[in-house]
T-cell receptor
Framework: KQEVTQIPAALSVPEGENLVLNCSFTDSAIYNLQWFRQDPGKGLTSLLLIQSSQREQTSGRLNASLDKSSGRSTLYIAASQPGDSATYLCAVRLRVPGTALIFGKGTTLSVSS | GAVVSQHPSRVICKSGTSVKIECRSLDFQATTMFWYRQFPKQSLMLMATSNEGSKATYEQGVEKDKFLINHASLTLSTLTVTSAHPEDSSFYIC??????????????FGPGTRLLVL
């Protein structure tokens, strides 16, 4: 059974720091991996999606990498800002058509000004 | 990008009543919709997979008679929490998979519905 783990569970940093969020999954037979942002009491905002054949994706200050063989992904946030404060969720989709995403518990990030 | 809406965004009800939550794909057809539940400080847990025109597939531990799912059209799925109890209080989120699919197939998430059962 696929399990997704995110470390750390919570992270507090001062504004301007670069930081890395970690995600690991137990079954490397994934279709893709996606990083989401969730603000308190809100839905999900998709940040980056990495197909299984890709190594990384970049969007602005965000960079996500994928090492499928080792079952790991990282989300790198450069020059963090208070507006980055949120919970970041990692999710994988298995290599079965039409299946749902399997989520980690998330990392709650707090960036202080 | 594709938009998925949910209604209502927030509902408070008395114990024993039934609550219906709607999930709509606004600008695409969704053959498959997924219903997730998220308890405080927990991750999203899949409750059921809903395919248009057929019965939903429920995850282990989810009572199909309590959580009724109807996917009557390619743009609408509903989740009805029957005889709701305080332990059903949670954040319910739906996602829709675009019918065309393909190599970059993506699921689009609704904004969620906060249910509080008193």
């Amino acid at each position: 059974k696929q399990e997704v783990t995110q470390i750390p569970a919570a992270l507090s940093v001062p504004e301007g720091e670069n930081l890395v969020l970690n995600c690991s999954f137990t079954d490397s037979a994934i279709y893709n991996l996606q990083w989401f942002r969730q603000d308190p009491g809100k839905g999900l905002t998709s940040l980056l999606l990495i197909q299984s054949s890709q190594r990384e994706q970049t969007s602005g200050r965000l960079n996500a990498s994928l090492d499928k063989s080792s079952g790991r992904s990282t989300l790198y946030i450069a020059a963090s800002q208070p507006g980055d404060s949120a919970t970041y969720l990692c999710a994988v989709r298995l290599r079965v058509p039409g299946t749902a995403l399997i989520f980690g518990k998330g990392t709650t990030l707090s960036v202080s000004s | 990008g594709a938009v998925v809406s949910q209604h209502p965004s927030r509902v408070i009800c008395k114990s024993g009543t039934s609550v219906k939550i709607e999930c709509r794909s606004l600008d695409f057809q969704a053959t498959t919709m997924f219903w997730y539940r998220q308890f405080p400080k927990q991750s999203l847990m899949l409750m059921a997979t809903s395919n248009e025109g057929s019965k939903a597939t429920y995850e282990q531990g989810v009572e199909k008679d309590k959580f009724l799912i109807n996917h009557a059209s390619l743009t609408l799925s509903t989740l009805t929490v029957t005889s709701a109890h305080p332990e059903d209080s949670s954040f319910y989120i739906c996602s829709a998979r675009q019918a065309s699919g393909g190599a970059t197939e993506t699921q689009y998430f609704g904004p969620g519905t906060r249910l509080l059962v008193l």
